[in-house]
């Protein structure tokens, strides 16, 4: 295991908006080198994927919204990437900067682990 500091940077100022338009579906997480994504090789395909299992759990006037982490498994060769990007249909809404390169060598994993407080915590107040 290894630490790592992170930088996230929200795009979309505006995101809790779309919480009524029911997108959380849609929203994607996709690995990158700078602004880039990475290339389709090594056990990651292009668009990334999918995040999974939202909860959305609301306590006095705050929301929280919570997912699955999100791995990539390395096939045949080393998977790397210094950035991680949250989309939703194409366009960028969140940059989390990994601080450094982040390598999986062949058959271990780059796992993106959310915080145990969520991925977003905003006020509906």
Known sequence: ?????????????????????????????????????????????TGG??????????????????ANNVSWKAVGGTLSANAAYLQFRGNNLVKIDFGVTQSAPANTSIIVQWHSDGLFNFSLL
Do not use: C, H
Not at 8 to 37: F, H
Not at 50 to 63: A, D, E, K, R
């Open 49 to 66: 994927k999918l995040l999974t299992n939202f909860q959305f759990i609301y306590s006095s006037g705050t929301v929280t919204v919570k």
């Open 1 to 45: 295991m290894f630490s790592m500091t992170v930088t996230i940077t929200r795009y979309d100022q505006n995101i809790k908006d779309y919480i009524p338009q029911g997108i959380w579906q849609e929203l994607r997480l996709i690995l990158a080198n700078g602004s880039s994504e990475i290339a389709n090789t090594n056990g990651y395909a």
